[in-house]
């Protein structure tokens, strides 16, 4: 069961909070990543998990619209290395 309720914090902004259960794997590997002091909270490590995969996601989105483009227009003449940096270049923002 997720849980809601809005964090006001010092800097105005809203944070949602929820409660999340985990498996017993997931658990212990969330604890063990804040005990490493890899991460000060679950939360952050939450956090970071889901802006990775956000960042992944407008990575798989951007690939697939080249692609969706490619198969439309026909084939590409730019070379490997210059897909590769544009594909690097949008990941890094």
Not at 2 to 20: E, L
Not at 47 to 57: E, P, S
Not at 62 to 74: D, H, M, P, Q, T
Request: net charge positive; hydrophobic share 30%; proline share 2%.
């Amino acid at each position: 069961m997720i849980q809601y309720r809005c964090i006001f914090t010092p800097n105005r902004k809203v944070m949602a909070r929820q409660s999340i259960s985990f498996t017993k794997p997931n658990e212990e590997w969330l604890k063990a990543q804040v005990d490493s002091e890899e991460y000060s909270s679950k939360s952050e490590l939450v956090n970071d998990l889901i802006r990775q995969a956000r960042k992944q996601q407008a990575q798989v989105d951007w690939i697939r619209a080249k692609l969706n483009r490619s198969e439309a227009g026909g084939f590409t003449n730019e070379t490997k290395e210059q897909i590769l940096k544009q594909s690097k270049s949008s990941i890094n923002g």
